[in-house]
């Protein structure tokens, strides 16, 4: 079966988070919906947002490291930030820091390897938890409630099964973090706490901006 995005014709972009790599995800991502046939009238909104990003992916006064796109008046616009334009509008809005999702964002998966993901990230939290004697010392706050409709997720995961959707083509594309070279990571890609050095403890606990 062919899909809008051809995943043979992607090429390494940048890392996650960057504007190269969310300039070209929210690319594919407009391409797809565009293809889609959407409703008249319908109304959406995407913004992924990542904080505490390293330094050098906000080089040259970039103001918010991640990507969005617009489903609005008929017409389907996407690009780099987080604009307020894009959080007005009802939509899957995600706030989330860097290093926690940079590493296993360059996993390629379907249903079974997202559900292995989740497993993962469980797991970690729950280790970083008991490392530094509290809860959730990474969450943010989500910007509102997530609207993740059929009419834009079928067309956005259409083919994850086989290597395809938004989340695998974003992969593709994804250029390999230095920070996360060394450190120990499931099949998935999370990394694991408890299998690191008490360096990469204190080094990955620095990346998530975790505080002691």
């Not at 389907?76 to 964002?105: K, V, Y």
Request: hydrophobic letters at 35%; glycine letters at 10%.
């Amino acid at each position: 079966m062919s899909y809008v995005i051809d995943m043979s014709t992607l090429k390494k972009e940048g890392e996650f988070g960057s504007k190269e790599w969310g300039e070209a995800c929210a690319a594919a991502a407009v391409k797809i919906l565009e293809a889609a046939d959407l409703p008249e009238g319908f109304e959406w909104a995407f913004t992924e947002c990542y904080t505490h990003p390293p330094a050098r992916l906000m080089e040259g006064g970039r103001q918010k490291a991640g990507y969005y796109i617009i489903v609005k008046d008929g017409k389907i616009t996407g690009g780099d930030g987080e604009p307020e334009e894009a959080l007005a509008i009802r939509g899957f809005h995600i706030r989330a820091r860097w290093a926690a999702l940079c590493n296993q964002s360059g996993a390629f998966y379907g249903r079974e390897g997202g559900r292995k993901r989740r497993e993962g990230e469980i797991a970690l939290r729950a280790a970083i938890e008991k490392h530094v004697g509290r809860e959730n010392p990474y969450s943010e706050k989500q910007p509102s409630e997530m609207y993740w409709p059929d009419t834009v997720s079928g067309p956005l995961m259409a083919g994850s099964e086989e290597g395809n959707g938004l989340h695998n083509i974003a992969a593709a594309m994804q250029v390999q973090s230095p920070e996360f070279v060394d450190f120990p990571v499931t099949e998935m890609r999370v990394p694991i706490f408890e299998q690191m050095t008490e360096e990469q403890k204190k080094d990955f606990l620095r990346l998530l901006a975790i505080e002691m």
